[in-house]
């Protein structure tokens, strides 16, 4: 009887074992590498990495002849500081770089979750990468917006639209009528007479004088107009002068206009601890390009790992249902490093700064505990994956 009443007890344990194993919770996160299984116990989640758009800026400072430079010390008495022929120059004017967050498409995992009593709530951003993990706080989402890369660099060329007060003389001539008896009276168009460019010249540079004659009685207080207006207005009307003549000018000693075009690079660093790439090339007299010129030098980026990152191993679990092993690993994360990034041309550095990248450090995982029964609230930064707070719910 006794032996009855033990192996009974024995299969009720075993039973009540076996059970409880088929019910026992789990949690766990394993890496995908190339295929899994979804059985509906499954929640797919990539780790960010980080795009950087380099945002280059230049001036563009474009020289004209002006049409009457050859007249400039007949007239003005001008020997220096003439535009002699049409040209362009380019400047660095500034660069800075910009951080993206985008999927790393080699770090994806599945959270696996079955006969639990509790679901995970998790949060993923708008293309999937996590966010948090049974939190209530909602996460920020990363800074998914696309980098400007189409810039409207049309520059309008250079003209001189006002030659002179005086560029052409209408010649009229008195004419009889055509026919007495008619009844409306026809005459002779008036003859058009262009002037030659030295005329013109000389015209502008009378017309530059009478300017300067004006605006040196305005200063002095002689002409009436001066005397009735207040200094407001005088100062209005030396600065419309000043305006006047300067245009004028230009058309004896040619005229220098500054523009700015701006060119954006992207690019995804890699893992290494340091990587040099040439994102373009420039040239003072052709600008930026994609290509390499003649006259042109390299814009080379360099990113340098400045924090000590060690290796990790990290225990592989074996997922199968034949598996024995107690291993299991929470959610993945990422600890980012920090970067110096600097830019140079023509050995010339441009731009320096440092800055925290997520694929320049390494993944490692959460212990599989912190998903039990929604005890903690985990929190991601939204732009490098790195952990950002374990707190309790």
Do not use: W
Not at 72 to 86: C, F, G, P, Q, R
Not at 216 to 238: F, Q, W
């Amino acid at each position: 009887m006794k032996k009855k009443s033990l192996l009974a007890l024995l299969m009720l344990s075993c039973i009540s074992s076996f059970a409880q194993k088929e019910t026992e919770t789990s949690y766990y996160v394993n890496a995908i590498n190339n295929t899994i299984n979804i059985d509906g116990h499954q929640i797919i989640y990539y780790l960010p990495q980080n795009l950087l758009t380099v945002n280059l800026e230049f001036t563009q400072i474009s020289k004209a002849k002006g049409p009457y430079a050859e007249f400039a010390e007949k007239y003005l008495n001008i020997t220096s500081d003439i535009i002699t022929e049409d040209g362009l120059q380019f400047l660095i004017k500034k660069i800075n770089v910009k951080r993206y967050a985008v999927p790393d498409t080699a770090q994806l995992y599945a959270l696996n979750f079955t006969g639990q009593e509790y679901l995970p709530m998790v949060q993923l951003s708008t293309n999937s990468t996590i966010l948090a993990c049974n939190s209530h706080h909602i996460a920020d989402n990363p800074n998914f917006a696309a980098p400007e890369t189409n810039f409207n660099n049309n520059i309008e060329p250079i003209q001189f639209l006002d030659l002179g007060v005086k560029p052409f003389l209408f010649e009229e001539e008195d004419t009889e009528d055509v026919d007495n008896d008619s009844i409306s009276n026809v005459k002779n168009e008036p003859k058009m007479i262009v002037r030659t460019p030295e005329e013109c010249a000389a015209e502008a540079a009378a017309f530059i004088r009478k300017i300067r004659k004006r605006r040196l009685k305005l200063v002095a207080g002689i002409s009436g107009e001066a005397n009735n207006a207040d200094g407001d207005a005088i100062r209005t009307m030396i600065k419309n002068l000043n305006n006047l003549e300067n245009e004028y000018l230009q058309l004896f000693i040619g005229k220098t206009v500054k523009n700015t075009y701006k060119q954006a690079v992207t690019l995804i660093p890699n893992s290494n601890q340091n990587e040099q790439q040439i994102i373009g090339y420039f040239s003072e007299t052709e600008g930026f390009s994609t290509t390499k010129k003649s006259s042109s030098y390299p814009i080379t980026l360099k990113i340098t790992s400045i924090t000590s990152v060690p290796k990790v191993d990290i225990k592989a679990v074996e997922t199968s249902a034949k598996s024995t092993s107690n291993v299991k690993y929470g959610i993945y994360y990422r600890i980012p490093a920090t970067a110096k990034i600097s830019i140079d041309c023509d050995g010339l550095l441009q731009h320096t700064e440092q800055m925290v990248i997520a694929q320049k450090g390494y993944v490692v995982p959460l212990p599989a505990d912190y998903l039990n029964n929604h005890k903690y609230a985990i929190e991601f930064d939204a732009e490098t994956g790195a952990l950002k707070r374990i707190s309790s719910n």
